[in-house]
């Protein structure tokens, strides 16, 4: 669904209705006297996609995890360096 260009003016005072045309899917370009400066477009929805697991696989609670890694680290002090950073 593609829309028609909008002025600045026309997008300040009806911003709702294209908000809700865009996540219908359409593409607003907005213009600045007649001159395109803008495109509204929708998001693409991530391509991360949650599915069943094939037939015949084992379930999640026969799964065989790893045993833990036996690191010497202590958490807190990597969290607390991290933050000062910032």
Sequence with gaps: MVMKPVGIAELKSRL????R????GATVT????NTPVA??????????RVRKPAP???PLKRLLLPPPLDLKLDVME???EERQDR
Excluded: N, T
Excluded at 16 to 19: G, K, M, P
Excluded at 30 to 33: P, W
């Design 16 to 19: 709702s209705e294209y908000v």
């Design 21 to 24: 045309a865009v996540r219908d």
């Design 30 to 33: 907005v213009l600045d006297r």
């Design 39 to 48: 495109k509204i477009v929708p998001i693409q929805p991530p391509g991360l």
């Design 56 to 58: 015949g696989s084992l």
């Design 78 to 80: 990597l969290l607390s």
